[in-house]
């Protein structure tokens, strides 16, 4: 298994952590930063929420009533996706341009108090570091409504939402469960 000791460890591409791995990488301190997704340098916020629903929102209050919805649809999430890949690639270009800063693709967890272990399909990297950062955000809590207690569909969460392809007929936004014992596979989204 390879190995690597650094004064700084980040874990997470998120917006404090990208800001406090290229601030100590400029100061001279070797920092390693791990993402677990490729999709996701620059972290949530540009790529997945508060950038693209801006963007899409933006777009939507352009359209003409002449305009047909779908193809309007297909037009702005092609305008969302074009200026989520180039935030995406300089925030890439930001970090990957300071030289005592080491950008890892995959996903860590911790072995030890100052040890990690990254890993992307069959590689493994194992990581020493004095400090380590969690920089991993967060994820939506199971919360159970008993109206719903019995059905097994999972509606599609912000993420997954971002990637519809058409447009929907109708939308209702609000908190679901999928963890009900009775469900034993999730559905996809209408
Ligand atoms: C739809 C939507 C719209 C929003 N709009 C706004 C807005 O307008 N204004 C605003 O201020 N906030 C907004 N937010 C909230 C904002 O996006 C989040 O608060 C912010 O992005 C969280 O940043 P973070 O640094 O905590 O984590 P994130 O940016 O989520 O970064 C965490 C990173 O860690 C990675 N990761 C997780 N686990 C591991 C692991 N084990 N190993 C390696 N990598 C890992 C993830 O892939 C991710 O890239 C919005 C959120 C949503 C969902």
């Known amino acids: ?48 929420a508060c950038v693209p629903t801006k963007d899409l929102v933006h777009s939507a209050s352009e359209r003409r009533p002449a305009d047909d919805p779908q193809a309007w649809f297909t037009y702005a999430v092609a305008g969302r996706d074009a200026l989520t890949k180039k935030l995406r690639a300089r925030n890439h270009a930001m970090l990957d341009e300071v030289d005592s800063v080491t950008l890892i693709d995959g996903h860590a967890r911790f072995v030890g108090p100052h040890d990690v272990e990254v890993t992307a399909g069959a590689d493994v990297l194992s990581i020493r570091a004095q400090t380590i950062v969690i920089n991993t955000g967060t994820r939506r809590p199971n919360l159970r409504s008993p109206r719903r207690a019995r059905d097994c569909s999972t509606p599609p969460r912000s993420n997954t939402s971002s990637r519809f392809q058409s447009v929907s007929s109708s939308l209702a936004v609000g908190m679901s469960d999928s ?3 009775e469900c034993s596979r999730s559905s996809a989204h209408r």
């Open 1 to 48: 298994m390879a190995e690597i000791e650094v004064d700084v460890l980040v874990i997470g591409w998120g917006k404090g952590g990208k800001t406090l791995a290229g601030a100590l990488g400029r100061q001279g301190r070797s920092i390693a930063l791990v993402e677990e997704s490729t999709s996701m340098y620059g972290g949530s916020c540009i790529n997945i």
């Open 179 to 181: 963890s009900s014992p």
